[in-house]
């Protein structure tokens, strides 16, 4: 059987990182979010890495858009998923129907990520790091089969 999967890859730079209580990457090995729940992550001084292999539902929507102006010369983030589509860029991206997601945010910026799914979100099997201090501005896509 043919896995189609979906690589996109855009970066920018960001630092601190801060969540709500109800929606958030709980540690390294969980995500939470309530039905269109949000929270905002500030990157002001370190980067962060977070990423989910495996998801209840097993399909995810998230809608995450750049709070301030994006650093001259950066773009805000770097999305990979596998399944669904990706849209957006710049100030705004829509992830819709992935079974695994990595977002990398890169120092200097804020963030809000909202739940898009319909129901809760539950992240298992996940990880989280910190982000390389910045990427310069460059985009790629690449389609795995």
Partial sequence: MKIASAVIVVTLSMASFGVSAKN??????????????????????????????????????????????????????????????????????????AKTLRLTFYPGNRYRVRNETGEAVLGLECDRGTAPIAASASATQRQAR
Avoid: A, M
């Fill in 24 to 97: 958030t990457f709980e540690d390294n090995r969980r995500w939470s979010f309530e039905k269109d729940g949000e929270l905002t992550v500030d990157t002001s001084y370190d980067g962060l890495d977070v990423g989910c292999f495996k998801f209840s539902p097993e399909r995810v929507n998230f809608y995450v858009e750049l709070i301030n102006e994006p650093t001259v010369g950066r773009l805000p983030l770097s999305v990979e998923q596998t399944g669904g589509t990706y849209t957006g860029g710049g100030k705004f991206h829509h992830v819709n129907g």
